[in-house]
């Protein structure tokens, strides 16, 4: 076949075209620190590093929301311990106010006292997380309980719980439908924490001594009530803590597998580099010599 000086010319771009294309993308592996830049890296390598990476995402926003449950859950269980210890202080009231030994107006004092805890009760019960109530269902952005001028207490919220995914299959209440907690069966029934405060006060301000003994044996019941939702949220917060602990786990294992896979080895990237750049230097030094021969040159 005979060599026209249009095939050897085609020949020298095409060559060097070749040469320039591999120190770019030795110069690409050395500026990202990434082995696989482009499908063409590594289709396999590439598709196992998009597979890391979305799970990697998932595990992100499944850690994001054990954060914010566990912010939720401490919130409320806090909320609650206070509400235990309005409920303890107020039956040793009660023991006070019962006896012989206290008059009518010792128990009209009482009366503000309960009136205050009342209060403070409702206070406890409209508890916010991150500008959230959470004892309000999942109406989470309404006020649960508000409390009349005759001390009837309404709540605004709904009986729904709000929840949060805490892994692929599994949710978690970290929101309490407040009805549930503070009168699980209804304004005015004998579980009422609100309804049994204001029979208190009734009784301290009309010095009835009986009905001072059956909100006695009430505040037992609510006290009991309330240990158990707090039992339930310290369980809830123990399992969301050995999710946050596998999800900690997972997450290095899967950023260390991710980096074996797509990081490159910078010491042998820049001395990859560098060879391309010589063959760069080499390549272009020639084309320039073929390149500018012409017949003059064989005068």
């Known amino acids: 076949m005979r060599v026209t000086s249009k095939i050897i010319s085609d020949s020298v771009k095409f060559n060097l075209a070749n040469v320039t294309n591999e120190m770019y993308k030795a ?22 590093v998009l597979n890391i990476k979305s799970s990697l995402s998932n595990i992100e926003q499944l850690d994001r929301n054990i954060t914010l449950g566990k912010s939720w859950l401490t919130a409320s269980e806090s909320a609650l311990n206070q509400v235990e210890a309005l409920i303890s202080d107020t039956s040793a009231l009660c023991v006070q106010m019962a006896s012989a030994t206290t008059g009518a107006a010792g128990r009209a004092s009482g009366a503000e006292i309960v009136q205050n805890t009342l209060e403070e009760m409702v206070s406890l019960a409209n508890t916010e997380a991150n500008g959230r109530y959470v004892f309000s269902g999942f109406e989470t952005d309404v006020m649960p309980f508000t409390l009349g001028g005759d001390n009837s207490v309404t709540y605004n919220g709904d009986n729904n ?123 272009l030094s020639s084309a320039a010599r073929v390149l500018n021969m012409s017949l003059v040159d064989y005068l």
């Open 27 to 48: 110069n690409e592996v050395v500026s990202t620190a990434k082995r696989i830049n482009s499908l063409s890296d590594d289709p396999v390598g590439l598709f196992q």
């Open 161 to 283: 719980t709000f929840t949060l995914k805490i892994d692929r299959n599994n949710t978690i209440a970290i929101g309490s439908d407040g009805e549930a907690v503070f009168r699980p069966s209804g304004a005015g029934a004998s579980d009422d924490i609100f309804n049994t405060l204001n029979d208190l006060k009734t009784a301290l301000t009309n010095n009835n001594v009986s009905n001072i003994q059956d909100a006695m044996t009430k505040l037992d019941a609510h006290f009991d009530q309330i240990s158990g939702k707090i039992s339930d949220i310290g369980s809830k917060v123990i399992r969301m803590e050995i999710r946050e602990k596998i999800f900690q786990d997972m997450n290095l294992t899967k950023t260390d597998r991710l980096s074996k896979i797509e990081d490159a080895d910078i010491a042998e990237a820049i001395i990859d580099l560098k060879a391309k750049e010589l063959a760069y230097q080499t390549a």
